[in-house]
């Protein structure tokens, strides 16, 4: 639940590297990404002629241990760091799914969410393939195993044309890596290349410079990489679709702030918005606070361009988790005294701006006012990095369902009358987009119900489990 924020995707790495120790370097990749996800980890290796891999419940410092690291020998390696965006968080779901086809073994990491996977899951069925866990990526999986074609590159291609939805994906087969991404861009994905003179992919730009990547690229939307030579191997696959969409929300939470995306540096981004809050909604007061770690950037925008000094509110307890492992609302709410200390000396008889990246249930924004209240604060003036959320994500992001939302359930005064903040402002779309550059080429639905795919409303998170349930 950090702050309340949209919950995270997936992070996925793919590794070539002759003579290295690829699951070691898939290892620390991932432990790169671990904040796109932690509630499972996967890493599969590749020796050239069989696939091994080890995957289990729990963060990547939990789940690999030397001792089970060891076996995993080989040149090429894919892993995956999950937070459940299809399929409920079970042991089944965690991966990479790894299968045996008549070409030999096949191993996939997705990030992402595929919109029409329900209807795939069923044609897989009604063809008798058997399927294990509820989710879409195993449909990949089993669509590709499955698919039309001499190369792998082909199958992939005759694939992707039934794919809607987002998917950035690593692929491990016995002789390479593949990194693939949807035509609409919605997640990320780069490669990079290694200082041994192999190929890395990463879902973010930091976790290539993590592995001390150089020349790194975005893998573009429609394209496949293949990471088994001296040379990346380049594949337009399918073109660009025509209105991209790259999910506007890694710029404002759930990206690194030292990744790139876009081209874009999203530490600079996020301060550009909170300067373009500044702009649009400037309030007297005699300090700016961020909602630590993803406002920092945003926060320090803000107080350039106002002229409001900057300093620390909150302390976070690092070490507690990210509360949104705790299941219920109402511990959620405990979870936030448990996660943030106020600096009591920094808003004692203060007016005090607090600037956060979003909200989404409403949940965090309350309890964290009544702390700078508790402190001290004469006065707590709320600015929201982004604007209102109102309708659901599809894509492979979990907002809750829309009546989770509580943009969907009350007005901007509502809301701060149940914060019991002084004032409260959501940037705006136009100031949002300006902040990143575009005016199109971004997903906004979740602000906008402007989806860039036409959505099956039925298509729910546990859409596939209460199927396997039935
Ligand atoms: Fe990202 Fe929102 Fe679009 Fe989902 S709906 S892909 S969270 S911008």
């Known amino acids: 639940m950090d702050n309340d924020s949209p919950r995270e995707e997936c992070g996925v790495i793919g590794i070539f590297a002759p ?38 419940i729990g963060l990547v410092s939990q789940v690999f241990m030397p001792q089970n690291l060891a076996p995993l020998q080989g040149h090429y390696a894919i892993g995956h760091t999950r937070y459940s965006t299809t399929g409920s968080s079970s042991a089944r779901n965690a991966q ?39 989710s879409d990526s195993e449909v990949i999986t089993m669509m590709l195993a499955g698919a039309e074609g001499k190369t792998w590159n082909e199958r992939l291609k005759n694939s992707m044309a039934r794919w809607n939805g987002a998917y950035s994906l690593v692929i491990l087969t016995r002789d390479g890596v593949l990194a693939v991404r949807d035509p609409w861009g919605f997640r990320p994905l780069s490669v990079g290349l290694l200082p041994s003179g192999g190929w890395a992919a990463a879902s973010e730009s930091g976790a290539l410079r993590t592995l001390g990547c150089e020349a790194i690229r975005e893998v573009q939307p429609g394209e496949i990489i293949a990471l088994s030579n ?49 702009e649009e909604s400037l309030t007297q007061a005699d300090v700016v606070i961020p909602v630590p770690d993803s406002s920092i950037p945003a926060a320090i925008g803000y107080a350039a361009s106002s002229g409001i000094p900057y300093n620390d509110g909150f302390i976070k307890n690092r070490y507690i988790g990210r509360t949104f492992i705790q299941p219920t609302d109402s511990l959620r709410k405990q979870g936030v005294a448990l996660k943030f200390n106020v600096i009591v000396e920094n808003v004692l008889g203060k007016r005090v701006v607090m600037v956060d990246d979003s909200i989404v249930r409403g949940n965090t924004t309350g309890p964290l006012v009544r702390l700078l209240r508790q402190a001290g604060a004469r006065e707590v003036h709320v600015r929201i990095t982004c604007p209102p959320i109102t309708h659901s994500c599809y894509m492979g992001v979990d907002m809750g369902s829309q009546e989770d939302l509580v943009a969907c359930r009350m007005v901007v005064d509502e809301m701060r009358d149940r914060f019991g903040c002084d004032s409260l402002y959501f940037l705006s779309l136009e100031s949002m987009l300006r902040a990143v550059g575009r005016t199109s080429g971004y997903c906004h639905a979740c602000f906008t119900g402007s989806y860039p795919l036409a959505i099956d409303p039925t298509s729910v998170k546990t859409g596939f489990e209460k199927a396997i349930a039935d």
């Open 96 to 134: 990479p799914f790894l299968i045996e086809t008549r070409y030999g073994p096949l191993a996939v990491a997705h990030n992402g969410n595929l919109i029409n996977a329900a209807t795939l899951r069923q044609e897989l069925l009604d063809h008798g393939v058997g399927l294990s866990s509820s």
């Open 19 to 56: 003579n290295e120790d690829v699951a070691r370097m898939a290892f620390f990749g991932l432990y790169a990404l671990q904040h796109r996800g932690q509630e499972a980890a996967g890493i599969a290796v590749s020796n050239g002629v069989s696939i091994r891999m080890h995957k289990d």
């Open 230 to 278: 001296s040379a990346l191997s380049v594949q337009q696959a399918l073109p660009p679709a025509p209105r991209l969409a790259r999910c506007v929300f890694e710029h404002i939470y759930f990206s690194r702030p030292d990744s790139f995306w876009d081209g874009q540096s999203v530490h600079h981004v996020r301060q550009k918005l909170g300067q373009a809050l500044a």
